[in-house]
């Protein structure tokens, strides 16, 4: 609008609590409409999703919401937590018409699931997960695999397990980083509810990434693609619903490295996989492995550096945190050493890593470890100006604390 200021819905994409699950709810709503082509007996040939404007989401069809979509990660069972939700539902009226759906969605069973119809007759329904009114944290994953497997099904498309995680991760990826285009938009001057009112994702690009042919993938990127995943469902299901354990820089940091680990390209994201258990052979990242990677980079007051992979540094000396536990004993130290030796030799990834970030922070570790390292697989690795293209066959690699790493690099 040029001479009438333009009116929008506040947007609360500033507030990361449930983010993740809002956005997966949303996903799983957009994939039941591609795959069924219809919303309330009306065929739907093309829709929009808007995040966090009109509500914590809406679908548009022809500039007109349809349906707007109230999330809340909250596991109260008792309805009167909601009461306020459930009244503001009832409340969004931006782009709305008689025909407009309000939903209600919840993670954990209530005592009361019926309808709130408020004073001016609009109707807010809790969203039916099959035959539940509510989805688990620990269960939106697997509904929308299902959803992309009828989805695949009923075009007649392949459908394999890799395939699946490949399409998953793929239409995760495409709702966070809209979110965090958003993000960027407002830094760069854009208000807030300008960039999210705006800014929305046409189901043509949903349509896309799940038609597309498999990008063929290795082994290796689907680990990576995983591990991704795990980050995600960790950081939803426990640390933003546990947010009173943390201060505010400690809910920056990792904030800030889930966001920069969701945006890694393919060759990055091997990396970052690589980085969590270096000693692993066949380098299988559990959830407990991230439990321990994010409680490293929560030990550590400073705010870690997103280039490369996230990171600490001090003069020349970098600092990768990692979810490594090195065992007390001289013998399991020995095998500890051995097992990452062999694996810089037989991996150029591994060791182009470390000989990047050659100060490792583990999350249990009883003294520091020095580790002589040899690879005949390290090329050409960028390090400091004065050291750039080295070929490489040995160099120094330190194992040390959270501890250690924050005396250091508070250290004058």
């Known amino acids: 609008m040029s001479n009438i200021e333009e009116i929008l819905p506040g947007s609360a994409i500033s507030s990361w609590g449930g983010f993740v699950y809002q956005g997966k709810v949303a996903l799983y709503h957009c994939l039941k409409l591609l795959t069924e082509k219809s919303f309330q007996q009306k065929i739907i040939d093309n829709f929009e999703l808007q995040l ?38 009832a409340c969004v009226d931006t782009d709305c018409d008689e025909n407009t759906i309000r939903y209600f969605h919840v993670a954990k069973k ?6 709130y119809t408020s004073q001016d007759g609009n109707t807010v329904e809790f969203y039916n997960y099959g035959d539940n009114k509510y989805c688990a944290l620990s269960e939106i994953n697997d509904l929308i695999d299902k959803q992309i497997e ?3 099904d009923k075009n007649l498309l392949i459908r394999s397990n890799n395939l699946i995680i490949e399409k998953s991760t ?48 290795t082994d290796e990127i689907y680990q990576a693609l995983l591990t991704k995943e795990k980050i995600t469902t960790i950081i939803e299901t426990e640390f933003y619903n546990d947010l009173d354990h943390f201060n505010d820089k400690q809910i920056e940091s990792i904030s800030n490295v ?68 090195i065992r007390d004993g001289r013998r399991r130290n020995t095998s500890f050493q051995e097992d990452l030796k062999k694996h810089i030799r037989d ?8 000989y990047e970030y050659n100060n490792i922070i583990a999350y249990e570790i009883s003294e520091d470890t020095i580790i002589s390292a040899t690879s005949e697989k390290i090329t050409t690795v960028q390090s400091t100006q004065e050291n750039n293209n080295h070929i490489v ?13 924050e005396e250091e690099l508070n250290a004058e």
């Open 170 to 217: 793929l239409l995760s990826e495409l709702i966070t980083n809209k979110v965090i285009i958003i993000h960027n938009l407002v830094h760069n001057g854009q208000t807030q509810n300008h960039a999210a009112y705006h800014n929305r994702i046409a189901s043509s690009i949903f349509w896309e990434l799940l038609t597309s042919p498999p990008l063929n993938r």
């Open 258 to 325: 889930f966001r920069f680990i969701y945006s890694l390209n393919d060759s990055s994201a091997i990396r970052m996989h690589t980085s969590l258990q270096p000693h692993r052979e066949n380098n299988v990242i559990n959830k407990d492995d991230i439990r321990d990677y994010l409680d490293v980079i929560s030990a550590i007051s400073h705010i870690p550096k997103l280039f490369g992979l996230p990171h600490y540094s001090k003069k020349i000396n970098k600092y990768l945190p990692t979810a490594l536990t």
């Open 347 to 354: 991996n150029a990834i591994l060791a182009s890593l470390l």
């Open 393 to 405: 066959k040995e160099f120094n690699l330190r194992v040390l604390s959270s501890d250690k790493a």
């Open 110 to 115: 209530l005592n009361n699931f019926e309808n």
């Open 52 to 89: 966090d404007s009109t509500d914590d989401f809406a679908i548009y069809c022809d500039d007109k919401v349809i349906s707007t979509h109230q999330v809340k990660a909250k596991l109260s069972q008792y309805r009167s937590e909601y009461v306020e939700a459930i009244y503001k539902a």
């Open 150 to 152: 009828h989805f695949l």
